[in-house]
C-alpha cells in the first residue's frame, strides 16, 4: 500500500504596508495615494482610479443560479457607498468588478480593496451557507486585483468584462445575461447637474 501523497503548500506570511509616491491632503489629513498590502499575491490600491478585480469560487465550483443572484446583489450593494462601480459580472466560478474605491466620509480615508473584497465575499459566503445551512469557504481566500492605468482603455477592459459570458457559451448576447450590470453611460449633451435653468 503506497502512502498518501502530500504537496507542498507554500505559504508567504501576511503583511501590510503603506507607501506613497505622492500624498492627498483631505481635511487636514496627510493619505498615502498608493498603499500596498500583500498576503499570498501583491496588491496594489491607486486612489482615485479605477481597479479590475477577479475573484473565484474555492475550487472552482459552479454557483447555482441562486447563488449568483446573491453574489451578484452584494457587489452591486455598496456602490455609490464604498465604491463607484463601472461594471460587474458574475460567472458560473468566478466574479469579475471594475470599480474605483470612494472616500469612506466617517473616517476621511478612501475605502481600502481589503474592505470591499471583505464586505462583498463575506456577505455573500456568509447569505450562501446560511441559504444552505452550512458553514466553509465559498471563495478562495485570494483575489487578484489591477490599477487600471491611464494609458489603458477603461472602455476596452469593460467590453472585455461584459464579452466574458459570451466567450464563456452561455449567451449569444451579454445583455440577455442576468447576472451583468453596467454602469450606463453617460449623456454628454445632459446639461451639468448644478446647472440652474
Known sequence: ????????????????????????IFNGR?????TFYRRNLPH??????????TFVTKFRQELPDWARDITFGCCLHDHG???????????????HLILTP?????????????????AI????????????????????EESFDHVLCSSENLDAKIDYILQNPVRAGLVQDWQMYPWVWRRPAANPYAPPENCLA
Do not use: C
Open 102 to 118: 470612494l472616500i469612506d466620509q466617517d473616517h476621511r480615508l478612501i475605502v481600502s480593496l481589503i474592505e470591499i473584497m471583505r
Open 1 to 24: 500500500m503506497r502512502p498518501p501523497l502530500r504537496v507542498p503548500v507554500w505559504e508567504e506570511p501576511a503583511y501590510f504596508a503603506s507607501f506613497s509616491d505622492s500624498v492627498s
Open 30 to 34: 496627510i493619505i498615502p495615494a498608493v
Open 121 to 140: 465575499k463575506g456577505a455573500s459566503a456568509r447569505s450562501i451557507n446560511q441559504r444552505l445551512r452550512l458553514h466553509g469557504a465559498i471563495w478562495q
Open 81 to 95: 457607498i464604498r465604491y463607484s462601480l463601472h461594471v460587474a459580472v458574475v460567472m458560473p466560478d468566478h466574479v
Open 44 to 53: 496594489l490600491q491607486r486612489d482615485y482610479k479605477p481597479h479590475f478585480i
